[in-house]
T-cell receptor, first 115, second 112 residues
Framework: EAGVAQSPRYKIIEKRQSVAFWCNPI?????LYWYQQILGQGPKLLIQ????????DSQLPKDRFSAERLKGVDSTLKIQPAKLEDSAVYLC?????????????FGEGSRLTVL | AQKITQTQPGMFVQEKEAVTLDCTYD???????LFWYKQPSSGEMIFLIY??????QNATEGRYSLNFQKARKSANLVISASQLGDSAMYFC?????????FGDGTTLTVKP
């Protein structure tokens, strides 16, 4: 079974530029998550999708971050314009179950450096 | 308030010995799940073990066991017979109402 796919693995941009990250979850997983992990911290949820609907985007900085999951499969996370503090690893995860038992399956992450 | 607290930023353990990584959580929801994930230096988060709030027995998965003390709201991970490959970051997470929250992790270093 293929895992969660993410690209690109690494991206370096100047501040005020834009960047997009792509994620393809495990086949059949209805729930998709984007997490931001700053060095030395735990992952912080940015947005959660159930199929192609948004369940939680309360911590997404909507003035610069956007995400979509068209057709309820793969997803794109965009940052425009980027700030220095956006330097982090962006982790995509998916889960099969929506309830308490739903463990998350993570991709390898996309490491963003903003100069 | 922090939902997940991991008080040990770093831990050392001798190879083949056991180690306990601490985790406390905060919730008023009676139905929740507790998870431990491992993050090696390569960056990918790997699911290790799960404990449901209604489970009567502590979860075990091979060398991993979860010491669940519901009244104290703690869910400590015990790794027995540590191996060099266990060196990594370990994250405790809680899932409630379909949402997962992570602690800030503990870096475990296994010494040969």
């Amino acid at each position: 079974e293929a895992g969660v796919a993410q690209s690109p693995r690494y991206k370096i941009i100047e501040k005020r530029q834009s960047v997009a990250f792509w994620c393809n979850p495990i086949s059949g997983h209805a729930t998709l998550y984007w997490y931001q992990q700053i060095l030395g911290q735990g992952p912080k949820l940015l947005i959660q999708f159930q199929n192609n609907g948004v369940v939680d985007d309360s911590q997404l900085p909507k003035d610069r971050f956007s995400a979509e999951r068209l057709k309820g499969v793969d997803s794109t996370l965009k940052i425009q314009p980027a700030k220095l503090e956006d330097s982090a690893v962006y982790l995509c995860a998916s889960s099969l179950q929506a309830g308490p038992r739903g463990e998350l399956f993570f991709g390898e992450g996309s490491r963003l450096t903003v100069l | 308030a922090q939902k997940i607290t991991q008080t040990q930023p770093g831990m050392f353990v001798q190879e083949k010995e056991a180690v306990t990584l601490d985790c406390t959580y905060d919730t008023s929801d009676p139905s929740y799940g507790l998870f431990w994930y491992k993050q090696p230096s390569s960056g990918e988060m790997i699911f290790l073990i799960y404990q449901g709030s209604y489970d009567q027995q502590n979860a075990t998965e091979g060398r991993y066991s979860l010491n669940f003390q519901k009244a104290r709201k703690s869910a400590n991970l015990v790794i027995s017979a540590s191996q060099l490959g266990d060196s990594a970051m370990y994250f405790c997470a809680m899932r409630e109402e379909g949402k997962s929250t992570f602690g800030d992790g503990t870096t475990l270093t296994v010494k040969p």
